[in-house]
């Protein structure tokens, strides 16, 4: 279909994909004990383990590997769906582990080539290999029984653990076929399942763990105890680059508990490395805390001193004028500076976000012990590279001695892709000499200073005497996102950050007016920015759609129909957008003091339009109601991408109205929930979520699609209702 | 030496600083981490238990003033795991990442102790103190509109 196309995945990596999905790249599992360089040796007998996702005990034990991360987002169910639909087991009541070896080559992000979970590639990129894998597990072990009943296979077919052969009335567990499968050659081809054969995905309506969630059993982080471990807090720098002159720990060493205080030395020379730090190790959090406020440590100076995010938005608007400013264009079409002087009208707009922090709602926690040349991680690491990365950097430990016990995580939305806290445990365990349980505060977490970077955009429309979109100009002032992850992307061929640019290049942006001209100018404030949901989609975003609506009244025309005017070949955006005004009942008669605003963005092949419905009452504009429609493709567990859209709604709602962290004089203004506000049950309008049957061969990424058209919907709809256009979040409701 | 009972069960601590926070008393010492840790004012409602059948927010609560009391928490809602509401939450498929459930829970039976109508506004009321990053609020309010209606726990 010509969408397919227009899709072609934004990291220039979905070549590379195609590549593996077609390869049958499902890597064959070495088991431990096989060496390397002899790939043709037989498993051992006692567990199938066909290749690493598949392991099957002869008891009849299936355990199905997830080797992603599980912050909340689902993925323990869905990507364990995807094996056992073709393996023909129960993904809910099969066992999940997570990685023996979390470096194994085949876990590899397979466009970042790195060990990390993210970008909401987990369930659209891993589909294809983890049916494959299922179904080559399946394949061999209907082998296997064929071979034992001396039968053709394709007589046999399988039921929930089990081959069966029905003209026979034959059938064996799984666990029965383990001796024979496991030295079955492996097959050169599998057959997937016809889609509309699937019992699970595409029909998942629950995750697996909630019932031991609902009674405090499952176990997190924060809950892990091991003999002799101390906890760790950290006074870390106020100001990013001040170091430690000087500790008076005499006070804190009195507090009962505490047992050591640790200096560590911030590392500027590691990409995204931790700041510099004082640690007060004790028996207990309690205990760690009272001894860390005791603490006097004496600070440098630093140039960030005098930093002040209320005069970034000065400095970013001088880079715009700056001729030696790194400026990309990440979207380029006709000559807009040629239609200026013709336009029938012109209008020009800047938008600003501020910093935002992630805040999960489990601060970041992780326990490390090294002992015996090697590091033990406890906890949930998000990003396994990044824990390989502390141990060899900051201990010199090879990668056979890094073992991670991987755990869900109480929600990351990025922060748990930063990579300074496994730095500090690394150094902190090893110092120590016993297992240390490193745990941030909510203070510290929100202060953690990796944070979502503050923009400016600056948007320069021209319309012609038709009201028709003659040429566009967006300037978009950030930096880097990944620079501290991704050290070289600039010397790329394109120069291009595609985490930066995320809804302003060709396969993500919608609008085609005759001149286009989308630009990245490279700001950088020395404040490290870190990841964060839906990353630069989110002021990209606000400020297109927030534009696009500022045009279509400045022509005089229907958002919605300005729109669609301005979109070519994008029929699934099309849809959308069609889908969700028609439900929030757009065009149609409103109560007085009722308005409607309308936006839509596309990303990690998927779309979605957001109606917003805001309302005045004694002068305060409040937030009634969110109508979103979404295709994501095939929804492999539509229970899933709802809460995940939901929870991305919520979060949108929260850069509209609440999300904003101030920094003066170099230091964090907030510093909990009392000063950072986030969404709460009474801040949630009614929410109507609407997941359309998309194409059923390919999911596409939710777990950031939700938030990016939030914020402009309600600035749209906030215009409509009061005639005032917001330029800034949080916008004003007074 | 301070005495309060927990989950039915009575507890005696002989050295533990008065003024250290239930929460972690619950946490450290007792080794019931069901109860959870988010912000330590008192403001995300992850540390919530019940004393004497109110919800309160044990990360603000020092040890000595519950000398005396009875304390319910997340273990200790029903000896079967059958608590309607932990049935209702099953059911909805409530949790996302979960670790701001067991305070969502006790605040819900809190509300549902009160015996108050459980609307729209009474959920909310009851549940704003409690802060889910993830995006739970909407099946929260479904699943405590089931349990309320669902028959006691046997």
């Excluded at chain 1, 992307?489 to 286009?516: Q, V």
Aim: charged share 20%; aromatic share 6%; hydrophobic share 40%.
């Amino acid at each position: 279909m010509s969408f397919t196309q227009v899709e072609l995945p934004r990291r220039l990596f979905l070549k590379q994909t195609a590549t593996v999905a077609a390869g049958l790249a499902i890597a064959f599992y070495l088991p431990s004990g096989v060496a390397a360089s002899d790939p043709k040796a037989p498993a051992p007998a006692a567990t199938f383990e066909p290749n690493a996702w598949v392991r099957v005990l002869p008891d009849g034990t299936v355990k199905l590997v997830v080797h992603k991360h599980d912050s909340g987002t689902g993925t323990q169910t869905a990507l364990a769906a995807c094996v056992a639909e073709e393996l023909d087991v129960n993904p809910m009541t099969v066992q999940v582990i997570t990685p023996e070896n979390p470096f194994f080559d085949t876990y590899i992000h397979p466009v970042w080539k790195v060990f990390s979970t993210g970008g909401s590639t987990s369930v659209s990129l891993e589909y294809d290999r983890l049916r494959m894998a299922g179904a080559t597990a399946r394949a061999l072990l209907i082998s296997a029984a064929a071979k034992q009943w001396k039968v053709s296979p394709d007589s046999c077919t399988t039921q929930e653990g089990c081959v069966v052969h029905s003209a026979s009335q034959r059938r064996l567990g799984y666990g029965e076929l383990v001796g024979v499968a496991a030295h079955l050659p492996a097959p050169t081809h599998v057959t997937l399942k016809d889609p509309a054969q699937f019992k699970y995905i595409g029909k998942l309506r629950h995750k697996r763990d909630a019932a031991a969630k609902v009674c405090g059993r499952f176990k997190y982080s924060i809950d892990v105890v091991l003999p002799d471990m101390l906890v760790a807090v950290i006074e870390r720098t106020p100001v990013v680059g001040a170091k430690v002159v000087s500790v008076d720990s005499a006070a804190t060493l009195q507090v009962p508990g505490v047992r050591k205080v640790i200096a560590i030395a911030g590392r500027p020379d590691v990409l995204g490395g931790n700041q510099e730090g004082v640690a007060v190790l004790a028996e207990n959090y309690w205990a760690a805390q009272q001894g860390r406020a005791l603490l006097k440590v004496q600070w440098s100076d630093s140039p960030l001193a005098r930093f002040d995010s209320d005069e970034l938005a000065i400095a970013q608007a001088l880079a715009l004028d700056d001729t030696h400013a790194q400026r990309v264009s990440a979207m380029k079409a006709g000559d807009v500076d040629a239609q200026w002087p013709t336009a029938a009208k012109l209008l020009e707009a800047d938008y600003r976000m501020p910093y935002k922090v992630q805040n999960p709602l489990e601060p970041v926690c992780i326990t490390a012990q090294v002992q015996n040349d090697g590091i033990t991680y406890w906890g949930g690491v998000q990003v396994p590279s990044s824990a390989l990365e502390a141990a060899q950097t900051v201990c010199n430990i090879h990668k056979d001695k890094v073992t991670i016990n991987e755990m869900v995580s109480g929600g990351s939305f990025g922060a748990r892709e930063a990579k300074y806290w496994l730095f500090e445990v690394a150094y902190l365990a090893q110092q120590a000499k016993v297992p240390v349980k490193l745990m941030n505060s909510r203070e510290a977490e929100m202060r953690s200073l990796f944070m979502h970077p503050a923009t400016l955009h600056r948007a320069k429309g021209a319309l012609d005497a038709q009201g028709h979109l003659t040429a566009l100009r967006l300037e978009a002032v950030s930096p880097a996102s990944p620079e501290q992850w991704e050290p070289g992307y600039f010397e790329r061929p394109d120069h291009m950050d595609y985490s930066t640019t995320e809804a302003i290049t060709a396969w993500d942006f919608a609008y085609r007016p005759a001149n286009l001209d989308l630009v990245w100018v490279k700001h950088e404030s020395q404040v490290p920015s870190g990841w964060y949901r839906s990353v630069s989609f989110i002021p990209n975003v606000f400020a297109v759609e927030s534009f696009m609506d500022e045009l279509a009244h400045g022509a005089g025309q229907d958002p919605l129909t300005f729109r669609l005017a301005h979109m070519q070949e994008r029929p699934r955006h099309v849809a959308v957008l069609k889908s969700a005004a028609e439900r929030a009942g757009w065009g149609q008669s409103l109560p007085e003091g009722t308005a409607l605003g309308i936006a839509t963005n596309q990303g990690y092949t998927s779309f979605i339009a957001v109606v917003a419905r805001v309302s005045k009452k004694d002068g305060v504009a409040r937030v009634e109601k969110l109508t979103c429609v979404v295709d994501c493709g095939l929804a492999v567990s539509p229970g899933g991408v709802e809460e995940q859209i939901y929870g991305g709604l919520m979060w949108g709602l929260g850069h509209a109205l609440f999300d904003r962290m101030d920094i003066k004089q170099g230091r964090v203004v907030q510093s909990n929930f009392h000063d950072y506000r986030v969404t709460r049950m009474s801040d949630m309008p009614a929410v109507d979520i609407l997941v359309l049957d998309g194409e059923p061969s390919k999911p596409g990424g939710v777990g950031e699609l939700g938030s990016p058209s939030v914020a402009p919907a309600i600035a749209n709809a906030l215009f409509s209702l009061t005639g005032v256009r917001q330029r800034s979040t949080p916008l004003t409701l007074g | 030496m301070i005495e309060f009972t927990v989950n039915g069960e009575r507890r005696e601590l002989v050295e533990t600083s008065p003024s250290m926070p239930l929460l972690w008393v619950l946490r450290d010492h007792l080794k019931l981490t069901g109860t959870k840790f988010g912000c330590g004012m008192g403001l995300c409602g992850a540390c919530t238990v019940h004393l004497d059948g109110v919800a309160v927010r044990s990360c603000q609560l020092p040890v000595a003033a519950v000398a005396g009391h009875s304390i319910t928490t997340i273990e200790g809602l029903s000896a079967t795991e059958q608590h309607p509401l932990q049935l209702a939450w099953v059911a909805e498929d409530v949790p996302q990442c979960g670790y701001c459930q067991s305070g969502q829970i006790m605040s819900a039976a809190a509300l549902l102790n009160t015996g108050t109508a459980v609307t729209d506004d009474s959920i909310r009321n009851a549940m704003s103190g409690n802060l889910c990053r993830c995006g739970t609020y909407g099946r929260i309010n479904k699943a405590i509109k089931r349990a309320a209606t669902a028959p006691k726990e046997a």
